[in-house]
Structure formats: C-alpha cells, structure tokens
C-alpha cells in the first residue's frame, strides 16, 4: 500500500484545513487509517483513527471535538478535518495503514505497517 498524504499549509488561528491520505497499490476497505502528528524535538505520536468500514473512530483526548476523520473506501480516500486550529497543532502530519481485525482502535505507532510521506501543517498566530 502506498499513502499519498496532501492538504496541509499555512494557516491562521482558529482556521480550518482537511488532510487527504489517497491510496494506490491496493484498495483500503480491510485496513485501519492512522492520522499521526510529529512536531519539531516531538516524538510522533496519535491524532485519530477510522475503522475499515468507517464505523468505528478514536482520537487523541486533545483534539476530540476539534478534528474528524472519515473515509471513502470507493475513492480510496481517508480524510482528517481539522478546525479551531491552534499553534499547539503545528506539525507533520502522517497518515497510516494497518490491517483491521477488529480487535480495536489502533492508537500506537507500531500498529501500522505502511505509512505516507506526511504533510506540514503550520499555524500561526
């Protein structure tokens, strides 16, 4: 699986940016996604995740309420919504794959097996 993440930028306090992770190289539907986040001297770590169906979500304690994720398995697209945007925020973000299994939301690093090249998102105040 190959993941494409795009959408990040600039942008200003309180504004609002979504995150695309397209895949190629083989269809999404029995994997996880993984949004993860890695700010400068930061280790990267947990943003939100989505179940292969799209049923079943997980986010950070930190961005709940503020960022969504969502899915379209026939566009082999997974989305990250992200608004309120706060200068704590700032960083790349990485989207990643993993197996579902159905064991439960996958929140940890080593989870995933495929990872894209990730995006920089920057909020300025």
């Known amino acids: 699986v190959q993941l494409q993440a795009s959408g990040g930028g600039l942008v200003q306090v309180g504004g609002s940016l979504r995150l695309s992770c397209a895949a190629s190289?083989?269809?999404?539907?029995?994997?996880?996604i993984g949004w993860f986040r890695q700010a400068p001297g930061n280790e990267r770590e947990f943003v939100a995740t989505?179940?292969?169906?799209?049923?079943?979500?997980s986010y950070y304690d930190s961005v709940k309420g503020q960022f969504t994720i969502s899915r379209d398995n026939a566009e082999n697209t997974v989305y990250l919504q992200m608004n309120s945007l706060k200068p704590e925020d700032t960083a790349v973000y990485y989207c990643?794959?993993?197996?579902?299994?159905?064991?439960?939301?996958?929140?940890?690093?080593?989870?995933?097996?495929?990872w894209g090249q990730g995006t920089l998102v920057t909020v300025s105040s």
């Open positions: 990643a794959a993993a197996l579902d299994y159905g064991v439960g939301a996958l929140r940890k690093v080593y989870e995933y097996q495929y």
């Open positions: 989505i179940s292969w169906s799209g049923r079943r979500t």
């Open positions: 190289g083989r269809n999404l539907g029995s994997y996880a």
